[in-house]
């Protein structure tokens, strides 16, 4: 047997399937930068979403799309739709390791290892559970000694698994996020041309948030409120605020009755966000609650100096005064302060954006993280 034809026999007897509820913003994000980097000779990945399949993900990678919107396609009646379709896909496919994303994924992940249908069972904790209810606890805890290994993006999350699941500690490991890294390689057209669509000037100082505003929990209304402040003091500044949802509206609103709605730019959801970073003078995220934000990895990597709460994992992220400024949470003035403070200092900007980005490349980039998941197969796997 040839070389080539022992790699694929390894990777088809080690076939992963990922099942997720919703597969976008930063969670979409973190599964299509660990898919691009897995190890195709060693593992095998396939993906099962039951919900918004908004992700880019790789074109070698099966995906099984569940999503089904209809008027019956609600609780009990959606679980239990969705639990089936699992159930086939599982059945299909015959994994190595079964792999859940967010509540609903998770336990029916438990209930089929429970029927033995599949050998392991590996879950993600992208949270800290901001959003389970005190009965969905309940059902982790009884269900608890099912899971394999439990991964937590970071050690603000593993604290709270630890404390609301009853897991054993020996199970519960923390890999962080991780995001791509390529050289700088500025696009002077394509950065025109984005300015040009937004509104911006070239002397314009861009202070930016990507997030999603559907969640209460990222604290965007404190970032509208934090906009009249940080104006009054640099008048050539703009904010954009980055993300879709039907809360845009509200804050749309929010901006008009503080007057600044000319100096605040909605984009929506974009795809290419990529290519609003090298626009930004400071990236912020006025988070109420974080796992580990996507969003301050990937304004590290292209060198912009952060502004966040310090909530979750963004202080395991962000090192306050070198790599950015940590600000209490629900606090505006405090916020307006940290961002007027690095607008007034371009060699401190330059200094934290470069500190940052060093950062992210020795403890957060994909492929590191990516080697971390593969060792963590390989240990539940018994290699």
């Known amino acids: 047997m040839g070389?080539?034809?022992?790699?694929?026999?390894v990777a088809l007897s080690r076939k992963i399937l990922i099942a997720i509820s919703t597969c976008g913003g930063g969670t979409g994000s973190h599964l299509?930068?660990?898919?691009?980097?897995?190890?195709?000779?060693?593992?095998?990945?396939?993906?099962h979403c039951d919900g918004h399949l908004q992700a880019r993900l790789p074109g070698d990678v099966r995906v099984f799309d569940r999503t089904r919107k209809t008027l019956l396609d609600r609780y009990p009646l959606a679980q239990i739709r969705q639990y089936r379709a699992l159930r086939r896909t599982v059945r299909s496919?015959?994994?190595?390791?079964?792999?859940?994303?967010?509540?609903?994924?998770?336990?029916?992940?438990?209930?089929?290892?429970r029927a033995g249908l599949v050998p392991c069972l590996i879950e993600n904790?992208?949270?800290?559970?901001?959003?389970?209810?005190t009965w969905e606890y309940?059902?982790?805890?009884?269900?608890?000694?099912?899971?394999?290994?439990?991964?937590?993006?970071?050690?603000s999350v593993r604290d709270i698994v630890l404390k609301r699941e009853g897991i054993d500690a020996e199970k519960v490991e923390t890999i962080?996020?991780?995001?791509?890294?390529q050289p700088f390689e500025g696009d002077p057209n394509s950065d025109?041309?984005?300015?040009?669509?937004?509104?911006?000037?070239?002397?314009?100082?861009?202070?930016?948030?990507?997030?999603?505003?559907?969640?209460?929990i990222k604290g965007v209304r404190y970032f509208i409120e934090a906009v009249p402040a940080i104006a009054a003091a640099r008048p050539r500044a703009r904010f954009l605020v980055v993300g879709g949802g039907k809360d845009r509206s509200r804050f749309e609103a929010l901006a008009e009755r503080l007057g600044v709605a000319d100096r605040v730019r909605f984009t929506g959801f974009r795809s290419d966000v990529h290519r609003l970073y090298p626009l930004m003078d400071v990236s912020t995220l006025t988070s109420l609650s974080e796992g580990l934000s996507i969003t301050i990895l990937e304004s590290m990597s292209h060198g912009i100096p952060v502004v966040a709460t310090r909530v979750g994992g963004n202080p395991e992220i962000v090192i306050d005064g070198e790599t950015g400024v940590l600000v209490p949470p629900k606090d505006p003035g405090a916020f307006a302060r940290a961002v007027i403070g690095l607008l007034e200092n371009p060699q401190e900007r330059y200094r934290m954006g470069m500190a940052g980005r060093a950062r992210a490349e020795r403890a957060f980039s994909q492929k590191r993280v990516a080697r971390r998941y593969e060792a963590l197969y390989d240990e539940v796997l018994g290699a």
């Open 192 to 216: 025109r041309e984005m300015s040009e669509e937004l509104g911006l000037e070239p002397h314009n100082e861009v202070v930016g948030m990507v997030a999603n505003l559907n969640r209460t």
């Open 3 to 9: 070389v080539a034809e022992l790699d694929a026999d």
């Open 125 to 133: 904790r992208e949270d800290e559970g901001f959003n389970w209810s």
């Open 138 to 155: 309940r059902l982790l805890q009884l269900t608890s000694t099912l899971p394999d290994r439990i991964i937590c993006v970071s050690e």
């Open 32 to 47: 299509g930068h660990l898919l691009e980097a897995l190890d195709r000779t060693l593992w095998e990945p396939v993906v």
């Open 176 to 181: 962080p996020n991780g995001v791509p890294f």
């Open 93 to 113: 496919v015959q994994p190595r390791i079964l792999h859940t994303y967010f509540f609903w994924p998770i336990l029916y992940g438990r209930l089929l290892k």
